[in-house]
């Protein structure tokens, strides 16, 4: 298997089986879908590839696409992980406008850009065998199925935070920042809410629901000056190795499965904000401009599907069906987050709320006055 890149072609070995055969052979159809469905799979076969662009790395994607390989072993799946969530529809818009090739399926947190791509007339309105096992919530727009809910956790270095000091949620943590400080100047990281759509997300979410208290805090932490990242990678690489002390808002799917390092486990501690959890909405639907849409709905219909759910857990996503549990390598799900942190009323939800793209030049004006970002 190739090594771990921005773009990947993940695939078990019985791909490689000669003539073509087995893709075009016996499908196994999931029980309970419609019996038209074994005619989808195998014209998906026949199409025999499916290009995947996202903003998730190919550890998030390897045991979902395990999985669907031993379902369907006559497609090639190949991930794009772009650095943005807008990324994913720009890409997928300037191939469209000159008849290139271009992502089959798309999976991003970007609920205004999913808003505004389903506007464009771009999202294909396709109906899942497993729709009825999500809420309203879960497929905001037609043709739109959440894959996951991901949490914003606060994570610090245990060699620098004694246990005793180590936080319960935001409050706690900005008063541990400021309890250290000159020694954790420079030493804070977070995303920089300038530097993409993902960042201004988070912070605009927690704002939302903190209101002043929320600024009064970001405005301690802005005295220690916190270096900015544009990614969750770099942040958790930078507090284990202890250039950074701590982080909040770091992306939990980046730094839960780091954690099945026994050794990282022991350096990393983490914690969930109770005060206003937000949760990142990841939305998969399928372009009209898909050259290959059988094999996209195959894939769409998996990645809602509970063992899908289950797959994407153990990728390091939060699945967000209401019927998979945490547990088997799972380390939360949409439900037990809601659960640990006392309701939904702790919940800020990034979702599909147009206030999200309506204040976005009032609140990046006062977020950069804040951590005087020029």
């Known amino acids: 298997m190739p090594a771990i890149t921005r773009r990947s072609t993940l695939a078990l070995p019985m791909l490689a089986l000669a003539g073509g055969a087995r893709a075009q052979g016996a499908v196994n159809v999931p029980q309970g879908y419609p019996a038209e469905y074994r005619e989808m799979a195998q014209a998906a076969q026949r199409e025999g590839s499916l290009l995947i662009y996202s903003i998730m790395s190919a550890e998030n994607w390897r045991p979902v696409i395990q999985g669907f390989n031993a379902r369907y072993p006559g497609i090639r799946v190949e991930t794009l992980d772009l650095p943005n969530a807008r990324d994913t529809f720009e890409r997928y818009l300037a191939e469209r406008a000159t008849n290139s090739r271009t992502g089959d399926l798309i999976a991003t ?88 759509t993902f960042g201004y997300n988070g912070n605009y979410a927690f704002i939302r629901k903190t209101g002043d208290k929320g600024w009064e805090w970001f405005a301690e932490l802005a005295r220690l000056q916190p270096r900015f990242e544009r990614s969750g990678g770099p942040m958790t690489e930078k507090v284990t190795s202890g250039e950074y002390a701590a982080a909040w808002f770091v992306s939990a799917i980046t730094f839960w499965p780091r954690l099945n390092d026994p050794a990282r486990a022991r350096l990393l501690g983490w914690s969930f904000i109770p005060e206003a959890q937000p949760m990142m909405m990841r939305g998969v639907g399928i372009p009209k401009g898909a050259r290959n849409i059988n094999a996209a709905k195959l894939m769409l219909d998996y990645i809602a599907s509970a063992e899908g759910q289950r797959a994407f857990g153990l990728g390091g996503l939060t699945p967000a069906r209401p019927d998979v549990k945490p547990g088997e390598g799972i380390r939360h799900t949409y439900s037990s987050i809601v659960e640990t942190i006392g309701g939904d009323a702790n919940i800020s939800l990034v979702d599909y709320d147009r206030a999200f793209a309506r204040d976005y030049d009032s609140f990046m004006a006062r977020w950069k006055q804040t951590f005087g970002i020029r």
């Open 109 to 196: 947190a970007d609920p205004s850009g999913w808003m505004d791509f389903h506007e464009r007339g771009e999202l294909l309105d396709y109906v899942s065998p497993e729709a009825s096992a999500w809420p309203a919530w879960g497929k905001p727009l037609p043709g739109l199925y959440t894959i996951s809910a991901d949490p914003l956790i606060l994570i610090w270095n245990n060699t620098l935070v004694p246990e005793a000091r180590r936080p319960h949620g935001f409050e706690q943590f900005v008063e541990l920042a400021k309890s250290n400080g000159s020694r954790w100047r420079n030493k804070l990281t977070s995303y920089g809410a300038h530097f993409s």
